[in-house]
């Protein structure tokens, strides 16, 4: 199957600061991206729907001027957890969509985790 | 918002197959139905999905009722690394997951 890589798999940023994580797709282009958050015990939240070219959709509660998605490239996407504080430690992951799939199955990433001290 | 229910965790003998039911009784003719399972601290990983016709691949089976309004995945011989929790996701009109709870299975000795 298709392949979606991030980087870094584990950050560990002081509270104030800014934090950027990639999520780039290996083998395929990916006209769509997605970025979502996971808590400990929980369940994938979505955060955002990232297309190239245009500006991200955010999900309600979800501020956007706090978190930056940049969609520059068919197969590359950055979110930028901008001011970080505690509350933002979170398990971040992105997902890809194949384009030239006939359905819409997405392609995950392995995760960021996000640790803001 | 999620579309679908599925039962908070199952145990199964390993080697035994796994059957992980989800309830999508709100389901509309065109849209399909995603199996994907998240191993602890991992990225989720896609399954397989269907529409209406039972599919089978190299992982796993899908049944789907025939009013679609629910459907089954089947691991035919669980092993010790099918643990994991496995979702069952059916997309909104812009295609977008929203992930239930899933299902918790333990795969056990």
């Known amino acids: 199957g298709a392949v979606v890589s991030q980087h870094p798999s584990w950050v560990i940023c002081k509270s104030g600061t800014s934090v950027k994580i990639e999520c780039r797709s290996l083998?395929?282009?990916?006209?769509?991206m997605f970025w979502y958050r996971q808590f400990p015990k929980q369940s994938l939240m979505l955060m955002a729907t990232?297309?190239?070219?245009?500006?991200?959709?955010?999900e309600q509660g979800v501020e956007k001027d706090k978190f930056l998605i940049n969609h520059a490239s068919l197969t590359l996407s950055t979110l930028t957890v901008t001011s970080a504080h505690p509350e933002d430690s979170s398990f971040y992951i992105c997902?890809?969509?194949?384009?030239?799939?006939?359905?819409?199955?997405?392609?995950f990433g392995p995760g960021t985790r996000l640790t803001v001290t | 918002d999620a579309k679908t229910t599925q039962p908070p965790s199952m145990d199964c003998a390993e080697g035994r197959a796994a059957n992980l039911p989800c309830n999508h009784s709100t389901i509309s003719g065109n849209e399909y139905v995603y199996w994907y399972r998240q191993i602890h601290s991992q990225g989720p990983q896609y399954i397989i999905h269907g529409l209406k016709n039972n599919e089978t691949n190299e992982m796993a089976s899908l049944i789907i009722t025939e009013d679609r309004k629910s459907s089954t995945l089947i691991l035919p011989h669980a092993t010790l690394r099918d643990t994991a929790v496995y979702y069952c996701i059916v997309p909104n009109t812009g295609n977008q997951f929203y992930f239930g709870t899933g299902t918790s299975l333990t795969v056990i000795p």
């Open positions: 083998d395929f282009q990916a006209t769509t």
């Open positions: 990232s297309n190239e070219g245009s500006k991200a959709t955010y």
């Open positions: 997902s890809a969509r194949d384009p030239h799939s006939a359905h819409y199955e997405q392609y």
